[in-house]
């Protein structure tokens, strides 16, 4: 769920296409965001699950896979 | 048009802000019956200042924000963590449609980011730019981008350069603007590897009207009507521009001010001076709009005085008179415009 969630948000934000997502796809340099984009979609994860990401965290996110398991662990 | 346009603006943000800005929000609504302006700030402050003035209560309204972004904090982390801000919760009231566009004279990191951030890009614009006017012995010219992306890609500057024309032709009323990007040289192979990637690209764009590389010291002469760059330089450029203005100024009234007959001299010159100065005066353009956003975001100079906040709010009337996003839409083609495949 978070996964599907967090492509369309990807999608959304960085306009790509949903197959180019995987878990070890990075958003820098595999998608072409960059700090604010990776932030944009953070903050729409955030209002979706009603989370807040730990800044020091967010921070240290390069793959799609990191900011599932970041929702995860949050969400847990 | 009657519908009304209603505008954000960031009560708090600048200098002289509350004071100002609730001042320029009255001209504007009093000079312009489609203006609906929600003051956002906090409101025992606000309505301090509204006190001094009469005007249409249905037309200015006071939304309450308890926090204030200050000029020195980091902006990403004033947007997420303040949500209680004058800048945060007026880009929230654009994103959820209940005001049409923001004004401030805040913080330009955390407008920069915030317009980003929360009231988002048009789907399939990449980059967000920052786009002022600036004077020029021809009128003016729109310098694009003097913002955040100091990064920028190829792409990106086609984008400004059509985002750029259509808001020049809109504001200015010039049909089909020239369009220049800013390099060390006019000649097509000079510049660094992304004005050199950008060329062709411009030069075969057929929504623009391209006229080359600009160096420098040709903006001023107002060769072109739109100045094409990345956010690094651009924002270089402009600061020089403001540096060698001041400082042109201040050397210009010492020297003036130096002995009895330079005096007399400046006297004598003072009504013809003043006159040629008024061209430069830009102030009646309003601030400068973030173009590509789901929105109009205008940020106006952290000293703005309550002239420039009218005329920022004045200037979003334009902008929606003009439908400027929807010729953005329809000039990148965004209308289906979902995914790249």
């Known amino acids: 769920m978070e996964l599907e969630k967090l492509k369309e948000l990807i999608v959304d934000v960085l306009n790509v296409d949903p197959n180019e997502i995987k878990d070890d796809t990075k958003f820098i340099d595999d998608l072409g965001a960059d700090s604010l984009d990776v932030y944009q979609i953070i903050m729409g994860i955030e209002d979706e699950f009603g989370i807040k990401l730990p800044e020091d965290k967010i921070e240290k996110i390069t793959t799609v896979g990191e900011a599932v398991e970041l929702i995860k662990e949050v969400n847990d | ?341």
């Open chain 2, 1 to 341: 048009m009657t519908e009304k346009v209603r505008v954000a603006v960031d009560a708090m943000g600048g200098d002289l802000a509350p004071t100002e800005v609730v001042k320029g929000a009255i001209e504007a609504a009093k000079e312009n019956d489609l203006v609906k302006v929600f003051l956002v700030g906090q409101e025992d402050k606000i309505n301090v200042e509204l006190a001094k003035y009469e005007y249409d209560h249905e037309r200015i309204e006071v939304v309450n924000a308890t926090e204030v972004i200050e000029m020195a904090e980091a902006p990403v982390l004033a947007i997420r963590n303040k949500k209680d801000s004058s800048i945060v919760k007026a880009m929230y009231m654009v994103k959820h449609g209940e005001a049409d566009a923001y004004v401030s004279a805040g913080s330009t990191g955390a407008n920069l980011v915030g317009g980003q951030l929360i009231v988002g890009r048009i789907k399939g614009v990449e980059r967000a730019p920052l786009a002022p006017f600036i004077p020029t012995e021809k009128g003016v010219s729109l310098l694009i981008d003097c913002g955040a992306n100091v990064d920028a890609r190829s792409s990106h500057l086609v984008q400004f350069a059509k985002m750029g024309s259509i808001y020049y032709e809109s504001v200015m009323q010039k049909r089909n603007p020239t369009v220049a990007l800013l390099s060390i040289g006019v000649e097509e192979d000079k510049g660094n590897a992304l004005v050199k990637e950008t060329y062709p690209l411009l030069k075969n764009c057929p929504d623009i009207n391209f006229i080359g590389n600009i160096e420098a010291r040709d903006i001023s002469s107002g060769v072109a009507d739109v100045i094409v760059t990345e956010a690094f330089a651009g924002n270089i450029a402009l600061k020089m521009y403001e540096g060698v203005a001041k400082t042109m100024f201040s050397t210009l009234k010492k020297g003036l001010l130096s002995s009895t007959r330079a005096k007399i001299g400046a006297l004598l010159i003072k009504p013809a001076l003043k006159e040629t100065l008024k061209d430069f005066n830009i102030d009646k353009y309003g601030g400068a709009p973030m173009l590509g956003l789901n929105g109009l975001v205008v940020k106006t100079h952290g000293s703005s005085k309550a002239v420039e906040i009218k005329n920022s709010i004045l200037q979003c009337v334009v902008f929606k008179e003009h439908n400027v996003n929807d010729k953005i839409r329809e000039v990148l083609n965004l209308q289906d415009a979902h995914v790249k495949a």
